[in-house]
């Protein structure tokens, strides 16, 4: 049988075009722009000056706090400057802006594919400490540093080590190739975790819509008897944290609660692989898959991809921008977030470019709120859309504490089931960033 989360949800039409589609590398650029925030808490500091020299792999920009993650260089060249940019988020930030001359690595970086499985040789302390080095952080989209989520606080204990392979999002398919070409990897790099979090038993959770997958890491994970491949219904949002653990191992994180509340860690797959990359190969967060697909796209495809590498010259390898482009989106079309334009840069966290057609990306007409609820039957996290989208409007920021507003995941589930149009999660949007200056005001 298979499990899933129980309340709300919805089923968006899944466009996997590119599923099935081998990882390519991306050729090269002339140039990157590597921001120093790729991640959430606080920005890196460059130490790197215009000018300077850098390999690939080298340290240009170190974590300034316990929550930041070091950036890395992935290209070999010289640093022509350090600015401002507009990123993917639409503001503008430093970042390290680096002329490509070549592609040197650092030499204590292991560039084989042989698969190393020596875990024992590491301590708990010192898996941690290189993925803190390599700046791994959560490559789902949340860009957590994972060096913090795997270094369990006082009083809590890891039971459950839950690996997100989900990928419900529409259209992107880059955990899914990675599962199929890195599997035993994936597998190193998931003990790996184990063992820095003091987890007793991992769990591959992964929807249903990927047999492949499945079956693939079934049978890699049959030698060992604390790993377990749980087969998942499809429905949307199943790969949020609280719904993985919910239909994994039944547990529910509590409002304002974390995972480790509740016994569990939960980390992407694509987090994984980078983990082994990092302990097992000396290898820095430098690059990652990336899906770059659409109805329109030529060929899509799922790339290999240097952090900095610009937008656009991912578009050109996957066939070229398509004439009857609306939008394009950074991640998927739930959640995914539209771009200015395609000279951004590929950070950490871009796991997917959708290119949407014109007639996709129409708003559809919105109507007043026919009170049929629909948006509360959908919410996965149990909040009332509507009552919050209300309050928002007439800037009742503070009272949105009460309804618990910061609980949203913003899945946009409610906006996709509303039968009037209303761009729900925009306003759910507007009450939580209100909410949170408030709170930060008070501290």
């Known amino acids: 049988m298979l499990k899933t989360f129980p309340k709300g949800g919805v089923h968006p ?8 589609k081998p990882i390519e590398k991306i050729e090269l650029p002339k140039q990157v722009s590597i921001p120093v925030s790729q991640h959430l808490g606080a920005p890196a500091q460059p130490v790197v000056n215009k000018g300077d020299e850098v390999k690939v792999g080298q340290l240009i920009a170190k974590s300034t706090g316990f929550i930041s993650a070091n950036i890395h260089s992935s290209v070999s060249g010289k640093v022509s400057k350090i600015e401002k940019i507009i990123d993917s988020t639409g503001y503008k930030q ?3 802006i680096i002329d490509v001359e070549g592609d040197e ?11 190393v499985e020596d875990i024992d040789k590491f301590t708990a302390e010192e898996i941690r400490a290189k993925v803190a080095e390599a ?3 959560g490559l789902g989209g949340a860009t957590f ?3 913090v989520k795997i270094s369990i606080p006082q009083g809590k204990v890891c039971e459950n080590l839950i690996i997100n392979a989900v990928e419900c999002e529409p259209y992107l398919t880059s955990d899914h190739q990675l599962m199929l070409e890195k599997s035993d990897e994936i597998i190193v790099g998931a003990r790996l975790l184990q063992k820095a979090a003091g987890a007793k038993k991992i769990y591959i959770g992964i929807e249903n819509n990927k047999p492949d997958a499945i079956e693939l890491l079934k049978k890699k994970a049959a030698k060992y008897q604390d790993i377990e491949v749980v087969a998942l219904k499809v429905k949307y949002p199943q790969g949020g944290e609280k719904q993985l653990i919910k239909a994994v191992v039944n547990r529910e994180v ?3 609660g974390l995972p480790i509340d509740v016994g569990c860690v939960v980390q992407n797959v694509g987090t994984a692989y980078a983990v082994y990359e990092a302990v097992q190969k000396n290898k820095p967060l430098i690059e990652r898959v990336v899906t770059v697909t659409g109805k329109s796209v030529p060929k899509p495809s799922n790339l290999l991809v240097r952090i900095g590498t610009p937008v656009s010259n991912l578009i050109e390898k996957a066939g070229g921008l398509p004439e009857d482009t609306g939008k394009i989106v950074n991640g998927g079309p739930m959640m995914g977030k539209a771009v200015k334009d395609f000279s951004i840069p590929v950070t950490k966290g871009t796991s997917g470019i959708l290119l949407i057609t014109s007639d996709e990306a129409k708003r559809p ?7 049929c609820a629909r948006c509360v039957f959908v919410c996965p996290m149990g909040l009332e859309p509507y009552l919050i989208k209300n309050m928002a409007t007439v800037g009742m920021f503070k009272e949105l504490q009460d309804e618990r507003v910061l609980d949203c995941m913003e899945c946009g589930s409610c ?3 509303c039968p009037a149009g209303v761009p729900l999660l925009d306003y759910i949007r507007l009450g939580k960033a209100n909410l949170n200056k408030i709170l930060r005001s008070k501290k």
């Open 13 to 20: 039409h899944e466009n996997k075009f590119s599923a099935g």
């Open 94 to 96: 430093t970042a390290i």
């Open 105 to 115: 690595w650092l030499p204590e970086i292991d560039r084989s594919t042989a698969l």
């Open 135 to 137: 700046g791994i952080v």
């Open 145 to 147: 540093p994972t060096n």
């Open 254 to 256: 509590p409002s304002g």
């Open 365 to 371: 007409k919105t109507y007043n709120c026919i009170r």
């Open 415 to 417: 906006s996709f089931g």
